[in-house]
């Protein structure tokens, strides 16, 4: 991995891990505690719709991604607070609307020529020298709201009505709480794709949180073990001509089922 980094790419690619795993870790922490996970999901494929309508209007591709999955975001969010008992079904229909419409959009777009399978599953070794101050402004900007509102994100991830009356405006929060993953989604898709982003933002905070005592803990060790998970994988696509995104969640899920299993041989070894 070493002599790999004399590559510009490949430097580049650490670098996007590295940030990127990072706020999966912060934002991740966030979507488990909150048990949002099918709603994050919802948006990250629904970003899709981004993407044919960055292409369709000659837009940057981070431009209609974000902006899309905003959009999805807020609707999703402003269903889950009112329909509860229906907010999976809505989710799913906003979901696959998304996906629909970046496809028709690529469609009808005539000359268009883009590998939609980099978007898909990730293509971490082509970001380039520029995406990478977009990724340092948008991990700054989450980590700096994040550490704002650290406490009351505390508040509301584990007792909503408690938040409530300590003055904490919830409806707000969760609304910015949703908007935090959809920048996340912009900052992730190069890495690992939109179909494979829930994994990177599920996996790690769910082994943090059988090690941890608080939600600090839980971010920083979860932001740790996406750093390492995304670096090995970066290295096994490296030295086995693997696709990077896919093997990086493949060791994450390597990671996720070793866990378990050590949990379970712990329960039995106390009993």
């Known amino acids: 991995m070493l002599e790999a980094l004399q590559f510009e790419f490949m430097r580049n690619a650490v ?30 494929h629904a970003a899709y719709g981004g993407i044919g309508l960055a292409f369709f209007l000659g837009l940057p591709y981070y431009v209609g991604i974000f902006g899309f999955s905003v959009i999805a975001a807020m609707i999703m969010a402003a269903i889950t607070l009112k329909e509860k008992n229906r907010a999976d079904t809505f989710i799913g229909v906003v979901w696959a609307v998304g996906m629909a419409l970046g496809v028709i959009l690529l469609d009808i777009k005539e000359g268009y020529n883009v590998d939609l399978m980099s978007y898909l599953f990730g293509s971490i070794l082509t970001v380039p020298s520029s995406e990478l101050y977009i990724m340092a402004g948008l991990s700054l900007f989450i980590v700096i709201i994040v550490g704002f509102y650290y406490h009351d994100f505390l508040a509301m991830s584990y007792d909503q009505e408690f938040a409530q009356l300590r003055g904490v405006s919830v409806k707000p929060l969760y609304f910015l ?76 899920a390597f990671a996720f089922f070793l866990s378990l299993l050590i949990d379970r041989i712990r329960r039995h070894a106390v009993k």
């Open 15 to 44: 670098m996007a891990a590295i940030m990127a795993s990072a706020i999966c870790g912060v934002i991740g922490t966030l979507v488990v505690v909150n048990r949002i996970v099918f709603l994050a999901g919802g948006i990250a």
């Open 177 to 252: 709480l949703i908007g935090m993953i959809a920048l996340s989604v912009v900052m992730v898709i190069k890495v690992v794709g939109l179909i494979l982003i829930i994994a990177l933002l599920t996996i790690p905070p769910f082994i943090a949180e059988r090690y941890t005592n608080s939600l600090l803990q839980m971010m920083l060790f979860s932001g740790f073990l996406s750093i390492i998970f995304s670096l090995v994988g970066l290295w096994f696509s490296y030295k086995f001509n693997l696709t990077s995104g896919a093997t990086i969640i493949m060791v994450a």
